[in-house]
């Protein structure tokens, strides 16, 4: 039996008249990220903080490490690690006091706190840091300190909430390995991010939340293929394409063209592109490259969205 190390059933949480999340249902596993995407307000900070026991649910319920957020809020904060957007630094301390501090209120004992410190500031690249005063501290660097504070009780739970925002791309770069990284040791992690990049080259899977409601969720490419169809293929080659696109209409759909390629879609890749290929040789053409045209998770996001707002119009 997989331990879920998140789960979450009609999570709801009602600010008097106001519906913050409604009826959330979600699950991360071990060693999985999944990535939950919304427009600002859609409820994905509130969902963060029912998750961390902060905030108590009006309705459902939600478990960290087997622990009701409710019921057990000692055992779920000793159990996750939380990075804010607005991590709180404490810009006159050094590295070093700032983590000791937060692992004393962790119940860590003094040999313990050290080697946390010493070994995840190496880890992440700080250690040569740990004695500068954090207000020395590049955003990147910043941002990892409050990443390695999150990680002092080596929980196996993370809650990431815009962990790159405004950084610049040397600095994300260097927080999107270290995230990585943790996937990787095993931990459950919920990452809410508006950056779709970065959701899509770390996210096992995607969760779109709008009005405090999850209106889809999945595995990144299932969705693609589910939301935009199967993926759009595009052949390059040299010649006069005569003829060509006529014949290729009768075995793929096509998406569009140009002197030089030509852009099509089926859903039998592995049977039709043989066929294609063999079509544009006949046709006198000589074939450059035969490949996948990558379809971006924004399409998916946009797809998605746009389709409740013209509901919502009608």
């Known amino acids: 039996m997989v331990l879920r190390m998140i789960e979450t059933i009609h999570l709801t949480k009602h600010f008097d008249t106001f519906v913050a999340v409604e009826n959330v249902t979600v699950t991360v596993q071990p060693g999985e990220i999944l990535a939950l995407l919304g427009p600002n307000g859609a409820g994905k900070t509130t969902t963060v903080r029912m998750l961390t026991s902060i905030l108590a649910p009006t309705a459902g319920t939600a478990r960290i490490a087997g622990y009701d957020v409710v019921r057990d809020p000692e055992h779920v904060r000793a159990n996750v690690g939380v990075l804010t957007e607005g991590h709180g630094l404490y810009l006159r301390q050094n590295g070093r006091e700032y983590l000791e501090f937060f692992a004393h209120l962790y119940g860590l004992n003094a040999s313990q706190r050290r080697t946390r410190a010493e070994e995840l500031s190496s880890r992440f690249g700080l250690y040569e840091a740990l004695d500068r005063r954090i207000g020395e501290y590049s955003k990147g660097m910043r941002q990892k300190l409050a990443l390695v504070r999150a990680m002092m009780h080596n929980p196996p739970v993370l809650l990431l909430d815009e962990p790159t ?95 030089s390629w030509v852009r099509y879609r089926t859903a039998s890749p592995q049977a039709v592109n043989p066929a294609v290929l063999s079509t544009a040789v006949m046709h006198g053409l000589k074939v450059i490259t035969l490949s996948e045209v990558p379809q971006p998770l924004e399409d998916v996001y946009l797809r998605v969205v746009n389709t409740y707002l013209e509901q919502d119009s009608q």
């Open 165 to 259: 925002s405004a950084m610049d791309p040397h600095s994300a770069r260097q927080v999107r390995t270290a995230i990585q990284q943790l996937r990787g040791d095993g931990r459950a992690i919920i990452l809410t991010t508006h950056n779709l990049n970065e959701a899509e080259e770390l996210a096992d899977r995607i969760a779109i939340i709008r009005r405090g409601r999850i209106i889809e969720e999945g595995a990144t490419l299932d969705l693609k293929t589910r939301l935009l169809g199967p993926p759009l293929l595009e052949l390059r080659y040299t010649g006069e394409p005569d003829g060509v696109f006529e014949a290729l209409s009768n075995l793929v759909e096509i998406d569009s063209h140009g002197h």
